[in-house]
């Protein structure tokens, strides 16, 4: 099969690229001139803009002329005052320069000009005579238009009482209608009123609205002079104490900030609030009020429907509520500024003692070190305890089975074992400790027959230095327990004084009350553990026969460690990372 070869040439590319060129040439057009009309734009608000602020230079300007035409107008009418005065100092002084010289050359006074000053001096005293009398006359008169102004106010008072009461007297009527009304109803339908009595409610509703609206405004007149004087008293504070938010320096403040600062400051804030919104409430309650007296306006031209009537009705009804809760918040309001007065008195009084916080403060920290201390001694305690364990478990009996029948045949000679009746070494009590705490480590200290075994050392030197340590042991027991009772009795000193002075918060009393507990246990477990050792250590004796010491094993080399465990958790308020990390520590202690 023969393939024919291409030789014709298609001029179809280069019309593309024709196209190509011309579209883009086009395109580019297009651009140059959307930015050429963009460009006009930006010119023609430029322009705009120019012209805008040459009228405002122009405006300035003119200001400026007229202020400095007015400034200029003040300033030629001082001149012209200023002129006047001097002519008239000048007439004076030429006066008195044409009359100085005569007395000046001949020394004699004038008679005349004296007679007329005796007789301008007795003038001016009888003027002022008249004067005296005519004031004491028109301070009478003032006195007595008080009296009158008093007794008028008194007499205004009880017409408002009076005028209250009458207004009162048409809602306890009809609550009285009502409730015939309801009565009434299972027996007969009551006749519906006429348009004219139940306008004639509303109107009294109206009316009795409009004067409680009234005792509204000057109540809240009131408040709002009570809110300035109280905001001038705390500017004056502020300025005298300083600002309770910005902290003062320890001296002054006598101690850290207290939650009840805070608390006031946020009622403070709280009541600012309140304010705003009760003053915004009663706005909208007096547009309320206009609306219903335009509706009254307009049952007055023309006598409403069924349908108008029970609207009225119902907004009354809404009004009134509106009113009772704005009565309740004004009174709760009036109630809060009291309690704040009484608490600004208060916290006056607290700040004005610096010493007594300075005191309260010192306490604090010494209760922060007493605390840290006691955790110290739990820990010690707990590790003495360990250390009195391992020392025990070596004093075990360490017998094997090949004494078995030594054991065997000396039964028969031994006396009958010797029961325990009580608690050894000074064990404690089911009652005085938790059964959780009584595993102690005094229960080893005697056999299965119940005499204490000392053959269990490999020798006398080993006996020896056992009773050292336990010595030892029982000394740092006793100071660690004569410490401890040190604290509880000043932590007991504390707590009274803290109660009867009453600075301290209810949650820190607790926390306090619950650390003296867990001390004081503390404390009753370690006089326990000191009688066992001192028990531990009376009946140590010097052994004759060694035996083979039996090895440590697991359930008494963790025995001390769940025990502090036990106590971390049941009688302990640290947090629970406090107590994992003490447990941990405790644990790679007596493992390394």
């Not at 140059?32 to 009309?37: A, I, K, Q, S, V």
């Not at 004038?110 to 007795?122: F, I, M, T, V």
């Not at 050792?533 to 697991?554: M, N, Q, R």
Request: aromatic letters at 4%.
């Amino acid at each position: 099969m023969s393939t024919k070869p291409f030789t014709g040439s298609s001029p179809e590319p280069e019309l593309v690229q024709e196209d190509f060129v011309t579209e883009t040439v086009t395109q580019h057009d297009q651009k140059l001139r959307d930015e050429l009309e963009r460009l006009a734009e930006e010119n023609e608000n430029l322009k705009i803009e120019i012209e805008e602020m040459r009228m405002e230079m122009d405006e300035i300007r003119d200001t400026f002329y007229e202020e400095d035409a007015c400034q200029l107008q003040d300033m030629r009418r001082e001149f012209e005052r200023a002129n006047k005065n001097c002519r008239i100092l000048q007439y004076r002084l030429r006066k008195a320069e044409r009359k100085r010289p005569p007395y000046a050359q001949t020394g004699e006074t004038d008679g005349e000009l004296l007679r007329n000053l005796e007789q301008d001096l007795k003038v001016a005293k009888d003027v002022s005579i008249r004067l005296h009398q005519e004031l004491e006359r028109v301070e009478e008169k003032r006195t007595k238009t008080e009296e009158e102004n008093d007794n008028l106010r008194q007499q205004l008072i009880q017409a408002e009482v009076t005028k209250q009461a009458l207004l009162n007297e048409p809602d306890k009527t009809k609550e009285k209608r009502r409730g015939s009304r309801d009565v009434q109803k299972p027996d007969r339908k009551t006749p519906q009123a006429s348009p004219e009595e139940e306008n004639e409610d509303l109107k009294c509703q109206l009316a009795l609205i409009k004067e409680e609206a009234n005792l509204m405004r000057r109540k809240i007149a009131k408040t709002d002079k009570d809110k300035d004087r109280q905001e001038q008293e705390l500017q004056k504070y502020h300025c005298f104490y300083g600002d309770l938010d910005s902290p003062l320096p320890r001296g002054e403040l006598g101690g850290p900030p207290s939650p009840r600062q805070a608390e006031l400051r946020l009622r403070l804030r709280l009541a600012e609030e309140e304010a705003n919104a009760l003053s915004r409430r009663i706005a909208e309650l007096e547009v309320q009020n206009q609306g219903l007296w335009a509706e009254l306006g307009e049952m007055r031209g023309a006598e409403p429907a069924g349908g108008g009537g029970a609207d009225l009705q119902q907004q009354l009804h809404l009004a009134e509520e509106e009113t009772e809760q704005l009565r309740r918040r004004l009174a709760d309001q009036e109630e809060r500024i009291r309690r704040v007065n009484g608490e600004i008195q208060d916290l006056r009084r607290h700040r004005g003692k610096p010493q007594e916080g300075g005191k309260a403060d010192a306490l604090q920290d010494e209760l922060k070190a007493t605390r840290l201390h006691i955790n110290e001694l739990s820990c010690a305690a707990l590790r003495l305890q360990y250390e009195n364990s391992v020392l025990l478990s070596g004093a075990q009996p360490q017998r094997c089975d090949s004494d078995g029948g030594q054991r065997e045949s000396d039964d028969d000679s031994r006396p009958p074992p010797h029961k325990r009746e009580g608690p050894v070494g000074g064990e404690s009590e089911p009652e005085e400790a938790p059964s959780a705490l009584r595993l102690s480590p005094a229960r080893s200290l005697r056999s299965p027959e119940g005499c204490f075994l000392s053959g269990a050392f490999p020798d006398r030197r080993q006996m020896t230095g056992i009773r050292k340590e336990a010595e030892r042991l029982s000394r740092t027991v006793d100071w660690l327990v004569s410490d401890t009772s040190g604290i509880i009795a000043e932590a007991r000193v504390y707590l009274a004084s803290g109660g009867c002075s009453g600075g301290a918060d209810k949650e820190d009393d607790g926390s306090r009350i619950r650390e003296h507990e867990l001390l004081y246990r503390v404390n009753g477990h370690m006089k326990a553990f000191q009688k066992e050792l001192h028990g531990f250590i009376d009946c140590l004796e010097v052994p004759k026969t060694p035996d083979k010491e039996e090895p440590l094993s697991v359930s008494q080399m963790f025995q001390p460690i769940i025990l502090l465990i036990l106590i971390l958790v049941l009688f302990s308020s640290l947090s629970y990372a406090t107590i994992f990390k003490l447990i941990f520590l405790f644990t790679l202690f007596f493992v390394l």
